[in-house]
C-alpha cells in the first residue's frame, strides 16, 4: 500500500515530488557539511589546545645588556610590575649578583678541580689496558647520552610538543645568573606563590619537598626581609657553599648580612626574595610571567603585557612571539554551523508542510480509508511510512555522494 501510494504520488503530482526530494537532498548535504565543520572545528581545536596549552601557560622574556651603563635593574623592573596587567601572576627573575656569584663561580671550580684530579689519579693507577677500556666507556657513555638527547628531540617533533617552547628568546648577551626568585603580586604587594610553598612543605616528592628550615613568609617578602633559601650543600666537602662562606646559619651577600632559614629542594637552586636586593641589582638573562594558575595567556592579554613591557624598558627586554590559537576561526566555524543547523530545521519545516499539503490534497482517498474502517493511527502510520521510504533512501544516497564527490 506504501509503495503503491508513492507511486500514485509521482504520478499525479511530479512537482511536488521533486520539491520534496530536492528539500530533502539540500537538507542531507547541509548535515553532512555541518557534522565535517564541527568535526574539523574539534580537531583544530584539540590540536591548537594541546600544542599551545603547555607553551602558552608562560611566557619567558629575554633580556638584554649593552654595558655597565645600559642593562636591566630590579628597580626599573619594579616599578613596571606595579601595572595592574601583573596582578595576580607568577613571576620568576634571575639576578646577576656579583659577589655572591663569585662564591659559587669558586665553589664549582674548586669542584671541577678535585673531580679532575679525582680522575687523572685514578687514570695514573690503571694499566694501559684498564686505561684504554676506561676511556672507551667513558665515549660510549657521551654516545648513548647524545643519542637519547637526538631521540627526545625526535619524539618531541613527531608529536608536536617541545620542551624548549616556541616562545622562549634568548637575549644577546649571556650574562651569568647567581640566584632567583619565584613571586607573585596580590594586591600591589610581592609574596612568595602560594602554591610553591605548599608544594615546598606537603609534597611526598623529595626533589620538591624543602629539605629543612622553611620557605619565605609574605610578610618577610613584602618587606623585602634579609632572607635566602640555598641547596643543602653540605655534602659536598670542600667545594659547599655552607662550608665555606656560611658562618651561624648567614651568609653575605652585597655587603649584607642575610639569614639563612631552609634548604631549597634539588629542583631549585639559590632563592631570594625579589624585594630584599638593592635596587641597582642586574636582573639577567630572562624574566618568566606565568598566568598563576589561570590557564593559558590569551592574544589579546599578551598584546597588553607586551605593550607594557617594551613601552616602559623598550629595547632592554626582547619579547616572544608566540602563535596564539585562531580564535577567528573558531568564531566563523561556529557561525556556519549555526547557519547551517538553521537551514536544517526549515528545510525540514517545509518537508512538513510540503507533506501536509500532499495530505489535504488525498482528502477524498482519506475519507475512503476511513469509511472502508481503517483507524487513525493506521493512517499515520502509513504516510509516516510513506514519508521515510522516500526520506532514508534519498538522504542516504545525498550522504554518499556527498561524500565521493562534494567533500
Known sequence: MVIKNIINFFRNDKLMFLIMCVCVIVSSTIISFSYGLYQNYNVLKKNEEIAN????SWLNIGINYYGEEHYLTKEKLENVLHNEIFEGMGIGVWFNIEDFYEKTLAMEKLGQDLDKKAKEEKLAKMT?????NYQEMLEKRNAELERWIQEQKQREKEKGVSTIPSNQTNPNVDRPIAIESFFVIKNGL???????????????????HIEGGRPFTDLE????????????????????????????GHITIQGEDYEIIGYSPSFYGNMIPFTSVKPETEISRRISLDTGGNGIFTNKQYQKIKSVLTAELGDLITMPEPEFPDTENYYFYNTIIIISILISVVSALIIALLYNYILIRRWKSLTIFRLCGCTRMKIIGMYLAECLVISVPIFLLSTVAYDRFLL
Open 128 to 132: 694501559p689496558e684498564e686505561r684504554k
Open 53 to 56: 596549552s603547555e607553551l602558552l
Open 221 to 248: 617578602y613584602s618587606t623585602g626581609a634579609k632572607v635566602i633559601i640555598l641547596p643543602n650543600d653540605r655534602i659536598n666537602g670542600e667545594f659547599s657553599l655552607l662550608k665555606n662562606y656560611s658562618t651561624d
Open 190 to 208: 610581592f609574596i612568595p606563590p602560594p602554591e610553591v610553598v605548599d608544594q615546598w612543605m606537603t609534597s611526598t616528592d623529595e626533589n620538591l
